[in-house]
């Protein structure tokens, strides 16, 4: 059994930065954020795979060079600092574990996770 607590979100003007956290309670191999603006369906950010002996990274197109996924396996949290925020960026993000190991292709997909988050709302307006 997993549990998935996320918190960190706020508001911030464009260009900003925000720090997401995630406690994960349980056996995941993966851990993703998603997000998902007004009206809009839920979008894969980033995802942290337990692979190697740090770990594997992966983002979406979107946020790369600007987001930064990494874990504290002593307080088993999985953090999102989000930084040079932009409007576009505007969403209700949410933290996901999966039981199971998923390919780099499959944890960038919503339906492939098993447990889920509250979610966290994120503003970035001027």
């Known amino acids: 059994q997993v549990q998935v607590v996320e918190s960190g979100g706020g508001s911030v003007q464009p260009g900003g930065s925000l720090r997401l956290s995630c406690v994960v309670s349980?056996?995941?191999?993966?851990t993703g954020w998603f997000r998902q603006p007004p009206g809009q369906a839920r979008t894969f950010v980033a995802a942290?795979?337990?692979?190697?002996?740090?770990?594997?990274?992966y983002y979406a197109n979107s946020v790369k060079g600007r987001f930064t996924i990494s874990r504290d396996n002593a307080k088993n949290t999985v953090y999102l600092q989000m930084n040079s925020l932009n409007p576009e960026d505007t969403a209700v993000y949410f933290c996901?574990?999966?039981?199971?190991?998923?390919?780099?292709?499959?944890?960038?997909?919503?339906?492939?996770?098993?447990?889920w988050g509250q979610g966290t709302q994120v503003t970035v307006s001027s």
């Open positions: 942290f795979r337990r692979s190697g002996y740090g770990g594997m990274t």
């Open positions: 349980g056996h995941s191999e993966v």
């Open positions: 996901a574990a999966a039981s199971r190991n998923l390919i780099a292709s499959s944890l960038r997909h919503p339906d492939n996770y098993d447990y």
